[in-house]
C-alpha cells in the first residue's frame, strides 16, 4: 500500500505563485522511485483533468497544453516527494489538485495509468 498526502495548497491571487508537495509513504513506498508520478486537477461537475507527469528518473515530462510553460513538476527520490509548482497562476486553475503514482516508470495522461492517488489539495485562485 502507498499512501500520497498533498500539501501547499491556498489562495491566491491571480499572477500568484504556489508550489504543491505530495509526499509518499507505506509499505510500497520504494516502489514509488520507480515508477512515474502525476498531478491532476478536478473541479466539481467535470471530469479529473490530467496537469502533468514526471517520469521515474525525472527526464521525461508531460503537461497539458493549458499549463505549459507555466506550471513544473520535478520529484525527490529520496524523500519521496513530487513537486507542482504552479507560477502565473489564472482564475481557471481553481480546482482540487490530487497527487497520483503511476503503475509503471512512465506514467502518461490518463487516469487509468495510476493506481494510488492523494486526497487533494485546494487551490483557489480569485481574480
Known amino acids: 500500500q502507498v499512501y500520497l498526502v498533498e500539501s501547499g495548497g491556498g489562495l491566491v491571487q491571480a499572477g500568484d505563485s504556489l508550489r504543491l508537495s505530495c509526499v509518499a509513504s507505506g509499505r510500497a513506498v520504494r516502489t514509488i522511485s520507480n515508477n512515474g508520478m502525476g498531478w491532476f486537477r478536478q473541479v466539481p461537475g467535470k471530469e479529473r483533468e490530467f496537469v502533468g507527469s514526471i517520469s521515474w528518473r525525472g527526464d521525461n515530462k508531460l503537461y497539458a497544453d493549458s499549463v505549459k510553460g507555466r506550471f513544473t513538476i520535478s520529484r525527490d527520490n529520496v524523500k519521496n516527494t513530487v513537486y507542482l509548482e504552479m507560477n502565473s497562476l489564472e482564475p481557471e486553475d481553481t480546482a482540487v489538485y490530487y497527487c497520483?503514482?503511476?503503475?509503471?516508470?512512465?506514467?502518461?495522461?490518463?487516469?487509468?495509468?495510476?493506481?494510488?492517488w492523494g486526497q487533494g489539495t485546494q487551490v483557489t485562485v480569485s481574480s
Open positions: 497520483a503514482a503511476g503503475r509503471s516508470a512512465y506514467a502518461g495522461s490518463v487516469a487509468s495509468d495510476y493506481n494510488y
